[in-house]
RNA sequence: GGGCUCGUGGUCUAGUUGGCUAUGACGUCGCCUUGACAUGGCGGAGGUCCUGAGUUCGAAUCUCAGCGGGCCCA
């Protein structure tokens, strides 16, 4: 049954004795409203615009994300707190491949069996059910999202923008049409970019043949008809006489020259390499640095073309065999060995990759510029800075951003077929699809009307890079009056596509860094420490987890998981942890409850008791340090810390030291109500954004009002000698009762009278007294203990072996000796009328201790001297 | 092959401007059902701080070399 919504002071029959996250997460997401989470534009605070990762649409929230998630909503409901007006977008980047491969598999159709517009509809259908399915996990992990500004990449609302951002940096001359080399997919028949394609080791064959009286060694025969060059290095002395040389391409006749480059590896193979359009970078490198023509011999469709002769029309493959087999009958393949590689595939379906050279849309890369924008920014933890570095300075062509896809932004071009001038739609026009509508003016040209309508779309990347400019309201006119954004949270992995390309596009569109800050969270490994995979069955389903422990638990998860920037083990036993705590914290909260439903707080009641000023010490230095922590985006520091005072602090010290004072009903009592009443308000503040249906839940007991409201915790109680005496006083009963325990009490078993030697005296308001039972009595002067032999322990292992039958009568000897000759034994002992040597560690003395004719007891806490005298 | 990052009890981990007996959690063992909580409390056992060399009065921490893991890239 799920009980109302209630706040303000509970009496205590009021409360439920477990906590039911189930009944209370529930209950609190019906009654949150989203208003409370917009960002207002005309707010007088200072802005805190976070710049969210869109997630890919594919209907399931992972893990991965989920710790994502969480990072930004501890900050941004934190940063509310502070004072902040805070933006937390939600956007979706739909556009893409998988989403066209899932639609063809539901439908069982390919992409050409229906016309462009009903595919791309049936992705967006598909798209908008998967939206709605992790919307709803969203809400449920209590994520403080701002709905008014979601954002759906594939929306004409967004995607205009993409497009006029396509025209800006086309005006602008960052975006180009070339004919050039590109990472190409033949299966999915599209161009990728650098930073979509994957390695992966696999063996090959070198092949080695002769190449015109030259030995080549070669894994990629079947571009023999693509060879425009042979290459050696300048300094191999074996290929000299080749210099300035054309050799005659095998199978194929045609003549290429030999050229020397410093690049060729003269241990690898026969030092001579064959230079292909294009069997790899390098090909392309030398391509380039010695003008080579281009022999295109693999289309689109990953087939042979014409120049290939016989072979055309082959899968590369089938050429492959069939030109080793005919090598093999012209005599001319010598022999082939194994090697181990590693290829360049299509990040989604494995493909190997081919470079092929065709008519794409480029953005230009200036190095500089985004170097020192990336520069600018404040990166969390700032080594990840160096990946974007490493990054920056590797690249050697411009991004590629045609796609030859259809769900994407349309490319707003067109094409005059008579002069080929490419024309634009007007930026009120926009959006724009070039292949369902024509331009509105004659070519202005030529005059023509006759135009080709762009079929390559956009890579998506291309959407989600503007999402800061998205957000911050960006309309083509300069840089937005919020721009840019505080703060970028996302994985390390998108450090260079998402983090680069926004880097990119916000300094190409608005001459500025797109962010103050950048945080970057580690990835979500199995239990296993292994990556997440279906097929090792290590998956953690954040919606199970959710369902068995709430989502409360797996907040706390993501908090104390891992360190900024690292990354992070799943753990169940984290998360049972998690779920103890708010057992923990629900149960410290009942108490201070049921107290203060005896007769109210008062909450200017005096601070007494040594305990209570202790207490309020050390929550002072715990407000502290958990505000500097949440500062730096230390979140495992900051809970780690709450937690501790909670449960260390609070629960297993103050509480045990103040319970005997609070069942009594002397003045002190209400001090001790304040500082728990004023601890409990803290505590469910500071919770707050980590967990913020339990906090919700805790507070509506204590006051009326969301605590997602209150400002953060303002507290400081600066009372050194408070903090010392008290850590004193802990100090003391934690070694009574390990005293206790050694002598096989009960805890709570009476004691006699226990004097305490310590520099000052406390006012401990009986607080030591009743927490162990004990009469006890605070002194300043120094113990005044006679120290008495009681008996002696005799170590019979060494006694036994060394005196064997005369050990008896050794121990004897020993038992006469003098208290000082105990202290300081001599070297040798009479036993049964021999003088005998005493072996070292045969026995030592016990002591006890008399104080003021009494046998006491004696404990050190470190200079502090407690005596305990026995209740006999 | 290059860059980044890491190596601490059975497991996960804190600790690096060099300095008390190396932190905590889980597990494990023992004791305790005390009026918030046994999803609890108290206590114990358990560590070559990856290896080696160096700097130093002193190294988990600094330097060098090596071994091993992870990630990114060639």
């Known amino acids: 049954m799920q009980r109302p919504i209630r706040y303000g002071m509970a009496s205590s029959d009021e409360l439920p004795k477990n906590y039911d996250f189930a009944e209370v997460e529930e209950r609190w997401q019906k009654s949150w409203r989203d208003e409370d989470h917009y960002f207002d534009p005309n707010s007088k605070k200072p802005q805190f615009v976070i710049d969210t990762p869109p997630p890919y649409p594919t209907g399931n929230f992972h893990i991965g994300n ?25 956007g979706w980047d739909c556009h893409g491949l998988p989403t066209e491969v899932k639609v063809e598999e539901l439908n069982h159709i390919t992409k050409n069996d229906v016309s462009r517009e009903k595919f791309r509809k049936m992705c967006r259908d598909l798209t908008i059910k998967n939206i709605e399915q992790m ?58 970019a650098f930073a979509e394609v994957s390695y992966e080791d696999r063996e090959t064959q070198l092949n080695f043949f002769d190449f015109d ?103 590369s493959t089938e050429c492959r065999k069939a030109i080793l087999a005919d090598m093999k009958s012209a005599g001319i393949l010598k022999k082939q060995e194994k090697l181990q590689q590693r290829v360049g595939t299509c990040w989604r379906c494995k493909t190997p990759i081919e470079i092929l050279s065709n008519k794409q849309w480029f953005i230009r890369i200036r190095q500089q510029e985004i170097r020192d924008a990336a520069h600018q920014i404040k990166w969390y933890p700032e080594h990840m800075l160096l990946r974007m570095e490493n990054w920056i300075d590797q690249m050697e062509w411009d991004w590629c951003i045609s796609r030859q896809r ?93 983090a680069f390309y926004s880097i990119l596009r916000s300094v190409a569109l608005t001459g500025s860094k797109p962010w ?36 409360d638990a797996l907040r706390q998860w993501a908090a104390t998981g891992a360190a900024l920037g690292s990354d992070i083990m799943f753990s169940w036993n984290d998360v049972i942890a998690a779920s103890r705590f708010q057992t923990k914290m629900w149960n410290i909260f009942r108490f201070a ?86 601890a409990y308000d803290s505590l469910c503040r500071m919770l707050a954004p980590f967990v913020p249906y339990f906090a919700e839940e805790s507070y509506s007991y204590l006051k009326k009002g969301s605590v997602h409201k209150q400002p953060w915790v303002d507290f400081t109680f600066n009372d050194p000698a408070a903090k010392a005496e008290g850590d004193l006083l802990v100090k003391v009963v934690a070694e009574v009762r390990k005293y206790k325990h050694d002598k096989g009490l009960a805890l709570n078993a009476p004691l006699g009278k226990v004097t305490v030697y310590a520099p000052h005296t406390t006012n401990d308001e009986n607080d030591t007294a009743r927490t162990i039972n004990a009469d ?80 006491v007891d004696m404990i050190t806490v470190g200079d502090v001297i407690v005596t305990v005298a026995g209740k006999e």
């Open 593 to 678: 409850l049921i107290q203060f439903g005896k007769d109210g707080i008062d909450e200017n009641a005096p601070i007494t008791a040594l305990a209570d000023r202790w207490l309020l010490a050390r929550l002072s230095d715990t407000v502290a340090a958990v505000s500097a922590r949440m500062e730096n985006y230390e979140f495992d520091e900051a809970l780690k810390a709450i937690r501790e005072f909670a449960w260390d602090v609070l629960a297993d010290n103050y509480i045990e030291l103040a319970k005997g004072r609070l069942y009594a009903s002397d003045v002190s009592r209400k001090s001790a109500c304040r500082v728990l009443y004023t």
């Open 406 to 498: 259809i769900f994407a932004t349309p490319i707003p071009v067109w094409t005059c077929t008579k002069c080929g001038e490419i024309v634009v739609p007007d930026e009120k026009d926009l959006p724009c699809d070039p292949t369902l509508t024509k331009p509105k003016q004659p070519c202005p040209k030529c005059g023509g009307n006759d135009f080709k309508g762009e079929e390559d779309v956009l890579d998506t990347w291309m959407d989600s890079s503007i999402s800061v400019l998205n957000v911050t309201g960006w309309d083509g006119s300069g840089k937005p009056k919020i721009f840019p954004a505080q703060i970028r949270p996302q994985g390390h992995d998108i450090i260079r596509t998402w």
């Open 776 to 855: 006890v009595h605070w002194r300043t002067d120094k113990a005044h203990l006679d120290k008495v032999v009681s008996g002696i322990d005799f170590n019979r292992s060494v006694v036994g072996k060394t005196f064997r039958k005369d050990a008896s009568a050794f121990m004897d000897a020993v038992k006469a000796l003098s208290a000082e000759e105990l202290a300081h034994p001599p070297k040798t002992i009479a036993v049964n009328g021999k003088d005998l040597p005493i072996p070292e560690n045969a026995f030592a003395p016990q002591y006890s201790y008399v104080e003021e004719g009494a046998k």
């Open 516 to 551: 103050d800050q950048i945080l970057v969270n580690g990835m979500v490994l199995g239990e296993d420490g292994f990556k997440m995979s279906k097929s090792r069955g290590n998956v953690i389903v954040p919606e199970d987890l959710v369902g068995r422990y709430g989502a």
């Open 66 to 90: 989920a710790l994502n998630w969480c990072y930004i909503d501890f900050f941004a409901r934190y940063k509310r707190m502070k004072g902040y007006n805070v933006m937390f977008p939600q």
């Open 135 to 192: 919307r709803l996990t969203l809400r449920r992990m209590a994520f403080s999202t701002d709905w008014s500004n979601e954002y759906i990449t594939m929306m004409p609302k967004y995607y205009s923008k993409t497009q006029l951002s396509f025209l800006r940096m086309l005006k602008s001359g960052y975006i180009y049409q070339d004919e050039h080399p590109v990472n190409f997919c033949t299966r999915c028949e599209t161009a990728i």
């Open 213 to 315: 009286g030259v030995e080549i060694a070669t894994t990629r025969p079947e571009l023999l008809a693509a060879c425009v060059a042979v290459a050696v290095h300048p300094a191999d002395d074996r290929y000299h006489n080749l210099k300035g040389k054309s050799l005659k391409v095998p199978l194929f006749g045609h003549a290429v020259p030999v050229v020397q480059d410093e690049a060729v590896d003269p241990k690898f193979g026969s030092g001579a390499v064959m230079i292909c359009t294009f069997g790899d970078k390098q090909d392309v490198h030398w391509w380039k640095q010695h003008n080579l023509p281009l022999r295109k011999a693999i289309d689109r469709k990953g087939k042979m073309t014409e120049i290939c002769g016989k072979y055309t029309g082959l899968s």
